[in-house]
Structures are given as structure tokens and as C-alpha cells.
């Protein structure tokens, strides 16, 4: 699989294969993360990872609670509200791994350098052959000061993409993307 194919290939899958994702194979796609470009090569990404089922499912059953108490009328996240309250509903999508890239105040812009990483570490897992979705409703918990100082999280590092990770369990349609919208093109 070339770079193109990947790109054109690789889809947020929510349906993942109750196979484990080996050590090795997730150290490997940290790596390949870790080689995403950066502000001033600042490289400020910190990476933690979480292959325990009954804490992700205990980070999972907090993070709905959390978001719950924000909705509000006309919220952008009343449309979930029915989702969250499903005690089935699982927000990692019962993935056997995640990691959540941190950024650490090294960079005037972490934001983007840590979404430059986590592109980076998708692609490549899409090439070995693992799936992944980006699950921004947990950006909460990993921000979490309480849930920072449980997992040495240091307090100035801020969760930036959290990344649910695994084999996918069937094929996932391709969805229908818009062409580039571009606004100006001179010379």
C-alpha cells in the first residue's frame, strides 16, 4: 500500500474484532507518530496507551456522564443525548487499544503538531492492517486533572487525540466525500 492508497483507503471505524493489538505493533506505530513534523521541531507529543477493557470501560461510562451534564437546549451535542444515556453505548467502541496523544507546552501551536502525529500514527496503522477512530468526546476525561494524576500525566500537558485502535470487524463503507473547495488560486 502506497501513501495515496492510504489516504484514500482509511476510514474511522467503530466496529473492531476482539483481537488484541500486540505491544510491539503499537510501539511501532508510536514511532511512525513520532516522526510527524512539527512547529520549530518542537516534537511536543507525549504518548499514553490504555489496553485494560475494564478501564476503558469505566473511562467510558464517566465520559458520558461528564458530557451529559453539558447538554443543554440548542446544545451541538443534544443530538447524542439518546446515544449517551444507552448504557450499550461504549465511546471507545469496545477497541482493544487506545492511545491518547498529549502536548506538551514545548510548542507555541501543540494542537496542531499532536493532530499532525495522530494523522501520521492513523495512516500507518491503516497500512498494517488495524483501524482507528479519532474519539474526541474523551478529550474531557484525559484533561481531567483527577484522571491526569491517576495515570502521571504531568498537569501542563493537554489530551489532543485520543485514538481508539484495533482490527476492524468487516469492511467499512467508503463515505462520500466532497471535491476540495477552493477559494482562491493567483499567478
Known amino acids: 500500500m502506497n501513501v495515496s492508497e492510504a489516504i484514500a483507503t482509511r476510514r474511522s471505524v467503530r466496529a473492531y474484532a476482539a483481537r488484541p493489538v500486540e505491544r510491539a505493533v503499537i510501539e511501532d506505530l508510536l514511532s511512525a507518530a513520532a516522526l510527524a513534523p512539527s512547529a520549530m521541531n518542537t516534537q511536543p507529543w507525549a504518548f499514553g496507551v490504555i489496553q485494560d477493557a475494564a478501564r476503558l470501560?469505566?473511562?467510558?461510562?464517566?465520559?458520558?456522564?461528564?458530557?451529559?451534564t453539558t447538554?443543554?437546549?440548542?446544545?451541538?451535542?443534544?443530538?447524542?443525548?439518546?446515544?449517551?444515556?444507552?448504557?450499550?453505548y461504549?465511546?471507545?467502541?469496545?477497541?482493544?487499544?487506545?492511545?491518547?496523544?498529549?502536548?506538551t507546552p514545548a510548542s507555541p501551536c501543540p494542537q496542531n503538531d499532536c493532530s499532525l502525529a495522530a494523522m501520521t500514527l492513523m495512516?500507518?496503522?491503516?497500512?498494517?492492517?488495524?483501524?482507528?477512530?479519532?474519539?474526541?468526546?474523551?478529550?474531557?476525561?484525559f484533561n481531567d486533572?483527577?484522571?491526569?494524576?491517576?495515570?502521571g500525566v504531568p498537569?501542563?500537558?493537554?489530551?489532543v487525540a485520543p485514538l481508539i485502535l484495533g482490527y476492524p470487524?468487516?469492511?467499512?463503507?467508503?463515505?462520500?466525500?466532497?471535491?476540495?473547495?477552493?477559494?482562491?488560486?493567483?499567478?
Not at 470487524?169 to 488560486?185: G, H, M, Q, R, Y
Open 90 to 103: 461504549h465511546i471507545f467502541y469496545h477497541a482493544p487499544a487506545l492511545v491518547v496523544i498529549y502536548g
Open 57 to 68: 470501560q469505566a473511562y467510558s461510562d464517566s465520559t458520558k456522564a461528564a458530557l451529559l
Open 155 to 159: 498537569t501542563d500537558y493537554t489530551a
Open 169 to 187: 470487524a468487516s469492511e467499512t463503507p467508503v463515505p462520500e466525500k466532497n471535491p476540495p473547495a477552493i477559494l482562491f488560486w493567483e499567478g
Open 145 to 151: 486533572p483527577t484522571i491526569k494524576a491517576e495515570l
Open 123 to 141: 495512516l500507518a496503522a491503516w497500512e498494517q492492517g488495524l483501524a482507528s477512530c479519532w474519539i474526541g468526546f474523551a478529550l474531557s476525561v
Open 71 to 88: 447538554i443543554t437546549p440548542g446544545s451541538p451535542l443534544e443530538r447524542y443525548r439518546e446515544m449517551l444515556t444507552d448504557p450499550e
